[in-house]
């Protein structure tokens, strides 16, 4: 887990953690990922990925949604679709995903045996059918 207090000073905060960053072993894809709901009931998910400078975007609407941690593993288990379609094409290596949800990353801290719940399992599924190594890390949110 990323242990990390925001100073307030939003530029700073993102340098402090872009340095963090930079002590992690090297991945050959470091994605982004972040779901929102918003109480009118619409929910959303953005996918940024950055590999050999290259940045790909994604963003969907999202349904099924019908609270923020719904909508943060929703992300997560379209981000694990879109790499299963793709693995032929994936580059080897380390994959590493950040999310702001810790709610997430606690559930799935859990591991793929003690999930009782469907998105995580799914979730589980989709990632060992990748066959390549993931990494999960916590991103405070509005400083990467």
Same mark, same amino acid.
């Given at each position: 887990?990323?242990? #990390?207090? !925001? @100073?307030?000073? =939003? %530029? &700073?905060? !993102? ?8 002590? /992690? ?6 994605? #982004?990922?972040?779901? =929102?709901?918003?109480?009118?009931? &619409? ?9 050999? @400078? %290259?940045?790909?975007?994604? =963003? ?7 609270? =923020? #941690? !719904? ?18 094409? /994936? ?10 949800? +810790? ?9 793929? @045996?003690?999930?009782? +719940? ?8 989709? /990632?060992? &059918? ?15």
């Amino acid at each position: 887990s990323f242990g #990390y207090n !925001k @100073s307030g000073d =939003s %530029e &700073k905060d !993102k340098r402090r953690f872009l340095d963090y960053v930079n002590t /992690l072993p090297p991945a050959a894809i470091n994605i #982004y990922v972040d779901g =929102s709901y918003s109480p009118d009931g &619409k929910a959303g998910a953005a996918i940024v990925a950055v590999t050999n @400078s %290259e940045v790909h975007t994604f =963003s969907a609407s999202l349904v099924g949604a019908d609270c =923020s #941690y !719904k909508a943060e593993m929703l992300t997560l288990c379209l981000l694990a679709r879109r790499l299963l379609r793709e693995r032929s094409t /994936l580059p080897h290596g380390i994959i590493r995903v950040f999310t702001d949800s +810790k709610s997430c990353l606690e559930e799935l801290n859990l591991g793929r @045996s003690r999930q009782r +719940k469907m998105l995580p399992f799914a979730l589980f599924e989709a /990632l060992r &059918k990748i066959g390549r190594q993931f990494h999960l890390q916590f991103i405070p949110a509005h400083v990467g």
